[in-house]
Nanobody, 120 residues
């Protein structure tokens, strides 16, 4: 069974940095987009950044210049380097991937999320 597992969340002071990781495992043939979303308490889930299997990235405006998404295709892993963190960045960060499994079926997979708290 294909799974996504995030790590790297935690508590950080304003202005600090964190690096999130999300590893895909299981019967995987190919991965297209790998994305990071986030969901703050009382708010809807929102897209943060995307990276395709060619390495092309896209960011939402509120993280441009502060966050960097990257991936290691050999490890089926996507990363999110977050710098200059602000209290407004506090949320559960959730990994998403569009994956072709060995049954040759495309599926949309989500991780369980990792908590990021920015507070002094």
């Amino acid at each position: 069974q294909v799974q996504l597992v995030e790590s790297g969340g935690g508590l950080v002071q304003p202005g600090g940095s964190l690096r999130l990781s999300c590893a895909a495992s299981g019967p995987i043939l190919r991965i297209n987009d790998m994305d990071w979303y986030r969901q703050a308490p009382g708010k809807e889930r929102e897209l943060v950044a995307t990276v395709n299997n060619g390495g092309t990235t896209n960011y939402v405006d509120f993280v441009k210049g502060r966050f960097t998404i990257s991936r290691d295709n050999a490890k089926n892993t996507v990363y999110l380097q977050m710098n200059s963190l602000e209290p407004e960045d506090t949320a559960v960060y959730i990994c998403y991937a569009h994956i072709l499994n060995r049954a040759v079926v495309w599926g949309r997979y989500w991780g369980q999320g990792t908590q990021v708290t920015v507070s002094s």
